[in-house]
């Protein structure tokens, strides 16, 4: 009979139990949980803060309402799960683990065969003055979101701001906004996600927002936090910014102390290293979850990437090894979604930026469309970028935006990426089409058929980034090809040298144009653009662009009616 | 410059010319086709039927509102397209087409470099008495679609018998119910959807179905249709049913009379043949669209599936190779996604019936759940069926129904499909995590999870179906999990031998249960089902099964409190 110990009793150490008691009825499992909760979803925080999720016990109850508590494990499972129980060392050679119960002081020396270390990671705490004051908070316990859900209820709140935009600040911001509060994010870049979008989608994503109550303050530094007891502002390299509510959402890193301690390596990222089963660098003792690297199955790269369904995945295969098994896990895409208002952002794979980066050779093409076709009701706008490989031809990544369905297109391209898939793949998948849920060219091989048309020559891209730089020259044409109506209502601001012809007429008003100059062509989409390129070098223009994504995916200010 | 001739104006001659068009600027290319209308969205009638869409003209715009019409193409594409015009024949010798032009009933003989045939599919018409009685309609072309539409707004009708449960019987079943009329639909067979879903998941729609205003009569056979001019009534060989309006969804056949007749190789389906490049028997001649036959990617058979999707990609292929290009269209998952109500209905690849009759070893599971966290608000249930192939793990196909999120778990499996995955990539595959969208692990990993669990000998799962057999067993307990105020609420009706242990208490009540008897585990989705199974077989029980989909997903009646 083995007797396994696992540290850490919330996604993947949980999981790791369950699916080790599946293997072996017989072993003695054992789980040491320094908190008093477990097994909670943490990813669901935010929506209880929001006002979504009634009670932060639903995010630790089955489906049918029980509670996953150490009672839950013991009688479903058979495993004993201690909780305020903090692994203060392990000892390799004797093969055991000090624990130390929080409550009642005792110390005791357990002993294990087979070690699993699921520690998670800890939000980044900055150094900065007055970051102790009261509610000042890092989204990282349920008890952090119950105390700020408290405070939203209580109106205690007039002034939140939140530092960082990434995943855990971005869905702070929007949950934060549900409540009749100032909303604002402080970014020490100039863009939202930086780690995950490109510029040029990060700004439709800012557009959005920015529409919306969220404020963005970008290319700004907390230098520090003021208050009596209380946080009061915040005083920035800009300016003092009141504050009576801060999330600090800057990063996440690796719980990695008692791992190396013990001894154990610890990879180029800072998380504990694992091979591909999972094991540490002693084969007695494996990881998993947000305390250690992942593989980046493009790149090849480590990475630190802590994610619940990457947790889960790792706890499966833990549990599957912890007895006797053999089994792999490849690495991650980096994918991610989530949700702000009703916009959707999505990622899976390389950006852009990140395909520069590693040196590859690439492609890309930004299309905007409805995600299903424009006449169902409810038809929404999506912008998808595809990055390629120029030469093979394969998926690098895909990134999307907008009020549409987006997470499906991600998980495609995700699907795709794990299967080494490329953009011919990905045109011709037999996907499913019906007008309520796509239209019958889904927009994912609409992506697909403008890379493989900008590498047959046909279609010339700008992006919007680029054209926001031509905006001011006399000799560059922006040739806008839209309705006169739609030209109304809204359109590119700041155009030095600007045309307007609606593509069913620029075949007969060529003469308006000169071959020689260069024509950015666009509409709302730049399907339209896409014509107009045909129309133009057909006529013999030389130097025809079509802007991606057309206005709708525009990431700057444009005049309106 | 060469002329291309186009015989088909709706999906893949429209695509082809277009495609043809941005690769040969210089082409003449001529479309003919025999309707007034072209280009029109075939697949949008139904949700135009139900008033989802308001006029019959926005199935035929561009998303900014312009009428594709012959002047659309004419200005934008410079494509020639002659409305009510048939192609009578085709002389390959002489390269030439015969053409009518039927309002004014003059002739003409066009020549071709090379030729599109896109001729499409029609609604086969069963030859019954009465079949060509007034307000029995055929689905097929956008003025069937405005007659019924104007006769629902005038309610000239109070019972509507559709004949057929395929996607457009179906689809039309749920734009009827919209009105306040009697919906029927008549089935030849036992079940709902027998081309694309198992029996025990069809059955999931038909008792989602008939608690909605839509009535379904299986196994009846239309013996004649009755009434002066108009229908009034249906025959059948069960009863009579009153019907002032019929529609007739039975299935399509190819159009292939023109290809026949030139002399054209006519696949085994019926369809006409055309090798990967889209090419007919003549070099000069493609064929695309609803009257081609396609292969089935996962059993290399030839298939006849039209769909505008399928039609859209074989148009792109074809305007490429018109121009000298060798693109290669591999084939189809025969992949389908329908909306009724609020459900969804999905599938790619193979169903079990098809791997059975394919002689595939192949390995199944049924796994119900909630699409995301079931703390999220608008979380809701899907069934989802994996069929692998059973020594290989490589994915053959994917079923699912749900009121949840069920289009991005079929487009998921549809891509792995078409890369060649496994049931170890499907779990594996990093797809977007967030919960508004899913749960940590995706429904589509569970199915996977628990094909793996079967494969290894942990899950032993029986279906419904059998299930439904055991019921009136002595020797078969039916062991509910479940917590007591569920089974309150709905039961399992008909078992002879059932008994009602809360998970929880299992372990301590194993006495109550036979070490040797059949025990048919279940809980409200079998997740617990699988718990308890590990229970039991760890205490020395040697015949535990798990009810897979548990009461969610039982297609039968259920007891209620």
Known sequence: MQNIVIIGAVAAGLKAASKARRCDPE????????GDLISYGACGMPYYIAGDVQNIEDLMKTPVGILRNPNYFKNIKDITVLTQTLATAID????TVNIKNLTSGTEEIIPYDKLVIATGASAIK???PGVDLANIYQLWHPSDAKAIREGLEEKRFKNAVIIGSGLVGMEMADALSKWDISVTVLIRKNQVFRKFLDPEMAGIVSKYVQNSKISLLMSENVVR????????????????LPADLVILAIGARPNIELAKAAGLVIGPTGAIAVDEEMRTSDPAIYAGGDCVENVNLISGQKVFAPMGSTANKHGRIIGENLCGGHVKFNGILNTVVVKIHNLTVGKTGLTEQDAKQLGYEYITAMVAGHDKPHYMPGAKPITVKLI????????????AVGEGEVAKRVDIAATALTLGGTIDDLFNIDLSYSPPYNSPIDNVAVAANAVMNKLAGKLKGISSLQAKEKLPSEQTVFLDVRTPDECKQIRLAGCKN?????LGQLRSRLSELNKKD???AFCKISLRGYEAEGILEGAGFENVKVMEGGILSWPFACEKE
Do not use: W
């Open 27 to 34: 072993a003695r499992i054992t789980v040491i949980e320094k």
């Open 92 to 95: 390799r050679q004797a093969k």
């Open 126 to 128: 900055p150094q900065l």
């Open 225 to 240: 936090f003021t208050g009596n007891t209380a946080v009061e502002a915040i005083e920035t390299d800009k300016r003092i």
């Open 388 to 399: 390629a490989h120029a030469t093979s031809g394969k998926i690098l990544g895909l990134q």
């Open 498 to 502: 600007i045309q307007y012809i609606p």
């Open 518 to 520: 260069e024509i950015v």
